[in-house]
T-cell receptor
Framework: DTAVSQTPKYLVTQMGNDKSIKCEQN?????MYWYKQDSKKFLKIMFS???????INETVPNRFSPKSPDKAHLNLHINSLELGDSAVYFC?????????????FGDGTRLSIL | AQSVTQLDSQVPVFEEAPVELRCNYS??????LFWYVQYPNQGLQLLLK??????LVESINGFEAEFNKSQTSFHLRKPSVHISDTAEYFC??????????????FGKGTKLSVIP
C-alpha cells in the first residue's frame, strides 16, 4: 500500500517536449508538495498546495505548472523542457498547517533530458 | 529565512564503528528539526524529529539526535553502524508558524558509506 505514489518513475525525453508527472497520496493529507533534487542531491521546494490552493511557489520558471484536481492529487506539467530540468522530482504530502507533522515522500521521478 | 548546513558531504565508516553526522541551522524564528534518510533510488523517509521536550530523540533503528539550542545544532549519532545504514542523510528545519511553516528547508545531505 504505497502512501505517496508518483508516475512515471523514469522519464527520458528530448529538449523542447512537454511532459507531466503525476502524484497521488492515500494518507488523507491536505497538503502536497513538489521538490526538485539536483545532481548534487540538493533538495529544494518548488510548490506547495493546501486544500487544492497554491501556498508556495518558489522561483520556478513558469514552464512548470502544478495542478491539483483534488486534495489527494498534485500533478506537475512541464512545458518546453530544457537540459537544466534534468533532475529527480519528489512529491510529498503532510497534514496541512501543522508544521510539526512530517512530510511523506514518494520514490521520485527521474527526468532525463536528451 | 532558514538555512541548514551539513558540514560533511561524505562520511566513510567501518561496520560496527560509531558515527556522527553534523547539522547546524540558522533561523530567525523557532523551528522544528528533522532527519530524513534516502536509500539508493528511493524517496526520503523520516528518521526522527525534534518538536519539543527532551533534547535527545531516538529512532527505532538505533539512531539518535540531540538538539542544542545554544549551538543551533542537531547532530545525528549511532553507536554502531551496520552495512544497511549506507544511505544519504538529510537534516531539515521547518518554522513553527507563518507562511514558511509549510515548507522544509534541507541541508545538502551527507552520504554515509559503511565499509565491511
Amino acid at each position: 500500500d504505497t502512501a505517496v505514489s508518483q508516475t512515471p518513475k523514469y522519464l527520458v525525453t528530448q529538449m523542447g517536449n512537454d511532459k507531466s508527472i503525476k502524484c497521488e497520496q492515500n494518507l488523507g493529507h491536505d497538503t502536497m508538495y513538489w521538490y526538485k533534487q539536483d545532481s548534487k542531491k540538493f533538495l529544494k521546494i518548488m510548490f506547495s498546495y493546501n486544500n487544492k490552493e497554491l501556498i508556495i511557489n518558489e522561483t520556478v520558471p513558469n514552464r512548470f505548472s502544478p495542478k491539483s484536481p483534488d486534495k489527494a492529487h498534485l500533478n506537475l506539467h512541464i512545458n518546453s523542457l530544457e537540459l537544466g530540468d534534468s533532475a529527480v522530482y519528489f512529491c510529498a504530502s503532510s497534514q496541512g498547517s501543522l508544521s510539526n507533522q512530517p512530510q511523506h515522500f514518494g520514490d521520485g521521478t527521474r527526468l532525463s533530458i536528451l | 529565512a532558514q538555512s541548514v548546513t551539513q558540514l560533511d558531504s561524505q562520511v566513510p565508516v567501518f561496520e560496527e564503528a560509531p558515527v556522527e553526522l553534523r547539522c547546524n541551522y540558522s533561523s530567525s524564528v523557532s523551528v522544528y528539526l528533522f532527519w530524513y534518510v534516502q536509500y539508493p533510488n528511493q524517496g526520503l523517509q523520516l528518521l526522527l524529529k525534534y518538536l519539543s521536550g527532551s533534547t535527545l530523540v531516538e529512532s527505532i533503528n538505533g539512531f539518535e539526535a540531540e538538539f542544542n539550542k545554544s549551538q543551533t545544532s542537531f547532530h545525528l549519532r549511532k553507536p554502531s553502524v551496520h552495512i544497511s545504514d549506507t544511505a544519504e542523510y538529510f537534516c531539515a528545519v521547518r518554522p513553527y508558524s507563518g507562511a514558511g511553516s509549510y515548507q522544509l528547508t534541507f541541508g545538502k545531505g551527507t552520504k554515509l558509506s559503511v565499509i565491511p
